[in-house]
């Protein structure tokens, strides 16, 4: 959603969701222009945190769309988490 134009408090909120959504619990989320950074407890108990840089962007607000609704659709437990990567991996490589 960043790379493409998405306003940063829209993509904490969308990765805190999915993150939730997909089993992880006390989700802190965090967006700059040029960094992603994501932390949390899995299912067993291992911390994670991770930091992705953001380096191209584009403006495509269709995309940040399509990006909205595969979030929302794994949200609410109509996609699984395995089709929602895979629906996001052809989304990015539809550049």
Do not use: C, P, W
Not at 66 to 85: C, K, L, Q, W
Request: proline residues 0%; aromatic residues 6%; without cysteine.
């Amino acid at each position: 959603m960043l790379m493409y134009g998405a306003e940063t408090y829209r993509v904490e909120d969308t990765m805190k969701r999915m993150a939730i959504a997909g089993g992880m619990d006390n989700v802190n989320s965090f967006v700059t222009t040029t960094g992603i950074f994501l932390s949390g407890v899995l299912e067993d108990d291992d911390d994670i945190m991770q930091m992705i840089r953001i380096v191209d962007r584009f403006q495509d607000l269709s995309k940040v769309t399509e990006v909205n609704h595969i979030s929302r659709e794994f949200v609410a437990g109509r996609m699984s988490i395995t089709d929602a990567r895979q629906e996001l991996k052809r989304l990015r490589s539809n550049r």
